[in-house]
């Protein structure tokens, strides 16, 4: 008799420990490397306030200003920030403030879509011909790359290593 009563007082609590375990699973813990997602985070923010090529900074690249016209900054690095602020830098500080599953997996997307793009930019600043009147890439655009691969490499790890995956 013994046997089943306690069967029935873990059933009662069954219900009660399901639900706390919906309510913290989906949760992303960072630990130790959450200064280091602060940093990157930091980093693009930078990025975006520094020359990204010649003379024109990320964000006359991003509102394609004159000073981006006078450099020929195209497509690539116009995307490139157009991504890296978005998710770089606002879905990866919401992802980290809410710590939901979900949020880190759209940063991680958005972040190798943003690291492929800032690899590209650089890419395409550096070939122009020899000849050729522009710059090439400045500072902010490396540093934005680099804030890209970091961030990009945090959130696989937290999504890739989360216990019980998406729910």
Not at 24 to 53: D, N, Y
Not at 77 to 89: D, E, I, N, Y
Not at 91 to 108: D, I, K, S
């Amino acid at each position: 008799m013994r046997k089943n009563s306690d069967d029935d007082e873990l059933g009662r609590y069954r219900a009660v420990f399901d639900a706390i375990e919906r309510r913290v699973v989906p949760e992303i813990e960072f630990g130790r490397s959450t200064p280091v997602l602060i940093a990157a985070i930091a980093i693009a923010s930078l990025g975006f306030l520094l020359p990204l090529t010649g003379s024109a900074h990320g964000y006359d690249v991003l509102f394609r200003t004159s000073r981006a016209e006078n450099e020929s900054a195209g497509a690539l690095p116009t995307l490139f920030v157009a991504f890296s602020m978005t998710f770089t830098v606002t879905v990866a500080a919401t992802a980290r403030a809410v710590r939901r599953f979900r949020w880190a997996g759209l940063a991680l997307a958005g972040n190798g879509v943003t690291m492929v793009f800032g690899v590209l930019a650089i890419w395409s600043r550096q070939s122009l011909a020899p000849d050729a009147a522009y710059t090439g890439p400045s500072i902010g655009l490396y540093l934005g790359a680099v804030a890209a691969v970091l961030s990009t490499a945090l959130w696989a790890r937290a999504v890739f290593t989360h216990p019980h995956g998406p729910r």
